[in-house]
């Protein structure tokens, strides 16, 4: 049978950001085609429900978050891991007028309100748990190049400036890492080198206007990432990051066709799709959220759409 395409329109041109839309909790319609936006009300979540970590932590992260339950570090987990979290988190202090040399943070990335305003529309479809202490959101897609990544730093960014807690973007894409290029960073000294216990973990601060987002890549390419998950999954390293940070967004590699997807996917709580239109054939979705299991996918991010309507109709609408 022919496979058929999601969209007939044509994807977005090079260099201008996708426009997602999001369909809801993971169903694909009849036709094989995931629908546009379906919004739903966020999820709201009670002020006394999440943890933000030890008291030592709460103390030197309380200029952007509000202060919460003590939080037991997990055995598996060294205490350089927590070290590292503290040295990333804590506020230092500098000259006036002098930026601070050992604080390293990325590049600060120009992503249109629009966009901005797209994925904050994707992550409040998804319906968390608001009793959780925190909420672990991975994206993946059925291949390269639909735009995942883009997508994961706009949700993170959203994110954080919404609920204002400590926000983590984490890249798990450990083949073909890109974090690197997206925020002009170093490649090397990465969650891949951390695990093969190499280097202290690396969180790097986000830009100067989101100070509440930390950000990890994945370090060097790595031929076998499979064992990478194990590790993460061993070591409960995830465990460990939802005592410390309220959002977690998780940058996933394309699950469709690697054998470790399910291993992959259990990193998160909910997951996205993401989906380029005029690219990603329906096919292809049908069997990834076969893959996943539509129990866990909360909706399909659709790039590239064509919009019809007038600019200035989109944002009123």
């Known amino acids: 049978m022919a496979t058929r395409s999601v969209k007939d329109r044509q994807p977005v041109p090079g260099g201008t950001p996708p426009s997602p839309a999001v369909s809801g909790e993971g169903q694909i319609p009849p036709s094989g085609e995931p629908s546009e936006i379906n919004e739903t009300p966020p999820v709201t979540e009670k002020a006394g429900d999440h943890t933000n970590g030890t008291p030592q932590l ?27 979290i503290n040295e990333a988190l804590a506020p230092r202090q500098k000259l006036p007028g002098f930026a601070d040399p050992h604080m390293e943070r990325v590049n600060s990335i120009q992503l249109p309100p629009w966009f901005i305003d797209r994925c904050r529309r994707a992550y ?62 170093a490649e090397a000294g990465g969650l891949s080198e951390w695990l093969e216990g190499g280097s202290r973990l690396r969180i790097v601060r986000g830009a100067a206007v989101v100070p509440n987002l930390f950000v990890i890549p994945a370090g060097l390419p790595q031929s076998e990432p499979a064992r990478f998950f ?17 959002n977690v967004v998780v940058d996933l590699p394309p699950t469709l066709n690697i054998s470790y997807s399910s291993l992959a996917c259990a990193l998160a709580d ?15 979705l049908e069997s990834l959220v ?23 109709l989109r944002m009123l609408l």
């Open 58 to 84: 709460i103390k030197e992260i309380e200029q952007i978050t509000d202060a919460g339950e003590e939080t037991t570090p997990d055995p598996k987990l060294s205490a350089r891991f927590f070290e590292s």
């Open 124 to 185: 409040m479809a998804v319906p968390f748990d608001s009793a959780a202490e925190a909420r672990v959101l991975g994206v993946t897609s059925a291949a390269y190049g639909e735009g995942k990544t883009s997508v994961a730093i706009g949700i993170a960014t959203a994110m954080a400036v919404d609920t204002k807690k400590p926000t983590l973007l984490i890249e798990c894409d450990f083949a073909a890492p890109s974090f690197h290029k997206f925020f002009g960073i």
């Open 230 to 246: 194990y590790q993460l999954v061993d070591r409960n390293v995830f465990e460990g990051l939802r005592g410390v940070f309220g």
């Open 270 to 284: 909910r997951l996205l799709i993401v989906a380029r239109s005029g690219v990603t054939l329906s096919d292809d």
């Open 290 to 312: 076969t893959r996943i299991g539509k129990d866990r996918v909360s909706g399909i991010v659709l790039n590239g759409t064509d919009f019809r309507t007038p600019k200035w």
